[in-house]
Structure formats: C-alpha cells, structure tokens
C-alpha cells in the first residue's frame, strides 16, 4: 500500500526562523514521484517541486530547499529565513503506480503559521 | 497564461438539490482529475481523464457522483441528489503529456449541502 505521513500538524515559527517540514512515504513501487504543494490561506493548490525516486540529488530553489534520502523514504522541505507569507498548509503527494500520472496520494498536511 | 478554471467558487444547496461543479483544463493538457478536500479525509482523488476518456473512476464515493468530459476543454462533476456529507471543497487539476508534467490545480469551489 501507498501512504504519505506528515508527521507534524502545525509549526509555528517567528519570521526569520528556519523550518523543516517532515514527509515519510511508503511504497513499493521502485520508480515513483514525490511532490510537495502549498495551500495558501485563498485555498488553491500551488505546485513546488517533484522529484523522481532515481534522483535523490537535493534541490535548492531561493529560500526553499528539499533533502530527498530513500534510504529513509523521506523528503523533507526546508524554508529559510521564514516570511509571514510563508503561512500555508503545505502538503507532500506520492505518485500512485510507476508513472507520474497525477493519481496523487496526500499526506494530511502541515499547517505553518509565520509570526511576524 | 490562464491556469485551471472552476465554477463556481462557492456553491450552497439544500440537501437533495443537484450540483453541477465545472471546469476548464489548461489549453493542451490532455489529463484531467477532480479531486475532493475534506477535514476527515483529507485530499483524495475522485476520477481522472486522459484524452476525455474516464480511466479510473474507483474514487467516486457513489452513484450519486458522475463526470464528464464531452471536450478537452470542459469536464463537469455533478451531485445528484446532494447530502450534506458531500460539503467539501472539490479541486480540479490537468495534466501535460510531458512525462514529467506536474499536476495544476483550479482554485477549488467549496460546496456546502445543508
């Protein structure tokens, strides 16, 4: 079975902090992608970043960074110098079956309150 | 360039009303998939299209629930009858053929059934 746990409900953080978000995932699949969207507090769904599960090199994007280790079956989000507009609820996604089809699984996601 | 269009934004009907839920898809995607966002469950697919054709409709909670896609350009969810279990938020999302296209979701239309 296919499962994506995000094990922190909410983090709250003063602006400036820097902050990881925690995903493990589950899956027996050998080729599979990783996702992580953000939901701001307008509701939509905001694309960051996939990751393929052959490439396990980190990603660095401004102030947002992403450590993917399989041996640990996590990808973890970082945001550095934390901004009030940061403030969303961030959610980490599994590609369902070995293609990226967008069957995403979602894990329960992770409120993040920026304080200025 | 425009992103993933719904309609409405919000939509409030009486318990047993039908709901229509619509939706645009990225000029060019050729995959399409409604999703459904609630506290209890969470985010959790419903059905997706590929080329307009349904292939994996096993998340639609019930045969109240139906899907169309008559066009590459317009898919339709429609409730009948509502409940009030069905308040949600439903998202719609598409799809490149790129292998590595990421999923870009609409801004969802939050449905409440009293």
């Known amino acids: 079975a296919q499962k994506v746990t995000q094990a922190q409900t909410e983090i709250s953080v003063v602006e400036k902090e820097d902050v990881t978000l925690d995903c493990v995932y589950e899956t027996r699949d050998t080729t599979y992608y990783l996702f992580w969207y953000k939901q701001p507090p307008s509701g939509e769904l905001v694309f960051l970043i996939r990751r393929n599960s052959f490439d396990e090199q980190n990603e660095i994007s401004g102030r947002y960074s992403w450590n993917f280790q399989k041996s640990t079956s996590s990808f973890n989000f970082t945001i550095t110098a934390s901004q009030v507009v940061d403030s969303a609820v961030y959610f980490c996604?599994?590609?369902?079956?070995?293609?990226?089809?967008?069957?995403?699984?979602f894990g329960q996601g992770t409120t993040l309150q920026v304080k200025p | 360039d425009a992103g993933v269009i719904q309609s409405p934004r919000h939509e409030v009907t009486e318990m047993g009303q039908e709901v229509t839920l619509r939706c645009k898809p990225i000029?060019?995607?050729?995959?399409l998939f409604w999703y459904r966002q609630t506290m209890m469950r969470g985010l959790e697919l419903l059905i997706y299209f590929n080329n307009n054709v349904p292939i994996d409709d096993s998340g639609m909670p019930e045969d109240r629930f139906s899907a169309k896609m008559p066009n590459a350009s317009f898919s339709t969810l429609k409730i009948q009858p509502s409940e009030p279990r069905d308040s949600a938020v439903y998202f719609c999302a598409s799809r490149g053929t790129g292998w590595n296209s990421p999923l870009h979701f609409g801004n969802g239309t939050r449905l409440t059934v009293t």
């Open positions: 000029s060019g995607h050729n995959s």
């Open positions: 996604a599994l590609s369902k079956g070995s293609s990226n089809t967008g069957k995403l699984i």
